[in-house]
């Protein structure tokens, strides 16, 4: 019996290592020729560190010196993306040469590094926006500690200079890293202006043209889309998404499609809206003749006719 079994299992090792010798894309096995997921969510943990010094550090090591330790986490998290990039550099083909790569990955990590101040000159009017905006919290320590809505934004902020920077693959990881972690899917390729606010997050989608202005707040599902993907890689760099104006607010579940389609300044977005088309600026889009359906248990065969409220209670009559 044990023989029998023994045959299979080589059989099936057998069959599995064949499947391997094509060239298809899911046979690469060339894994020190390109970037290491799992590098880069460390090094997105380490920007973090550096982004909010007080909320992310490692307990592991027994600095006295802040200063120190984070000086030590910035060339730790620079040598770890000058590494990264020069792998997707070779990996995507954008360069060949070696010296050049070297070189290119070198000064686009010093150049990304310089932007981090600016960054987090953004991501504290971004948080300023999620403590102005909700009532639920206290503190604005509790929205860096546990809100993914600011978890989210931050790794697109920083994702997105990559991205402006032309690095390949890396922007992408770190931000569907980030979707993993919350449910939020920011492409790294969007354009979001400051004082931007998630409320929630699950299942928000903005898509790689979108552009959003300032003072933005978004509930959780929405999307921010795309109208059609049927051009497939056709599509590549045009613009897909829609473009919102400043001071939106987009509620709950509602669905923004379309390239061409502008939410002017200063509009509402009401809960389940699905929009195809450009919005004027200072309108409330609402979904019209939603009706509410009662029926009383203790009444047999009761049809809720019509309604009446009575202080914070509905019921039938």
């Keep these: 019996m044990e023989n029998i079994i023994g045959k299979e299992i080589d059989g099936v090792v057998k069959s599995i290592l064949a499947s391997y010798d094509t060239d298809r894309t899911i046979d690469r096995i060339d894994i020190f020729k390109r970037p290491d997921k799992s590098e880069i969510i460390e090094m997105t943990g380490d920007l973090l560190k550096i982004v909010y010094p007080g909320f992310y550090w490692d307990k592991d090591y027994k600095i006295y010196n802040m200063n120190t330790m984070l000086s030590v986490t910035v060339e730790d998290a620079m040598y770890h993306l000058n590494k990264q990039i020069a792998l997707a550099l070779a990996f995507s083909g954008k360069e060949t ?35 102005d905006g909700d009532p639920a919290t206290r503190y604005r320590e509790e929205i ?95 613009k897909r998404h829609p ?29 389940n809206a699905f929009i ?15 009706e509410l359906n009662f029926k009383d248990k203790t009444v047999k065969d009761c049809v809720a006719s019509e309604l009446r409220q009575s202080e914070d209670w509905y019921y039938v009559i």
């Design 97 to 131: 040469e070696e010296e050049k790569i070297q070189e290119m990955s070198q000064r686009t990590s010093v150049e990304f590094f310089n932007k981090i101040p600016a960054i987090r000159e953004v991501l504290q009017m971004d948080l300023d926006a999620s403590f």
């Design 276 to 290: 195809t088309a450009s919005v004027a600026p200072n309108t409330t889009v609402s979904i019209k003749n939603q």
């Design 144 to 238: 860096i500690m546990s809100y993914p809505g600011l978890y989210a934004i931050t790794v697109y902020r920083l994702a997105h200079e990559l991205f402006l920077l032309d690095v390949p693959l890396i922007p992408r990881i770190m931000t569907e890293y980030a979707h993993t972690r919350t449910g939020i899917d920011i492409h790294p390729g969007a354009t979001i202006g400051k004082h931007f606010f998630i409320d929630h997050g699950t299942g928000i989608v903005v898509g790689e043209t979108s552009i959003i202005g300032e003072h933005v707040k978004i509930y959780q599902g929405v999307t921010i889309g795309a109208l059609s993907t049927r051009g497939g890689q056709k599509l590549k760099d045009v």
């Design 243 to 271: 473009t919102i104006e400043d001071n939106v607010t987009i509620y709950a579940g509602a669905s923004i499609l379309g390239g061409k389609t502008v939410i002017g300044a200063n509009c509402i977005i009401g809960s």
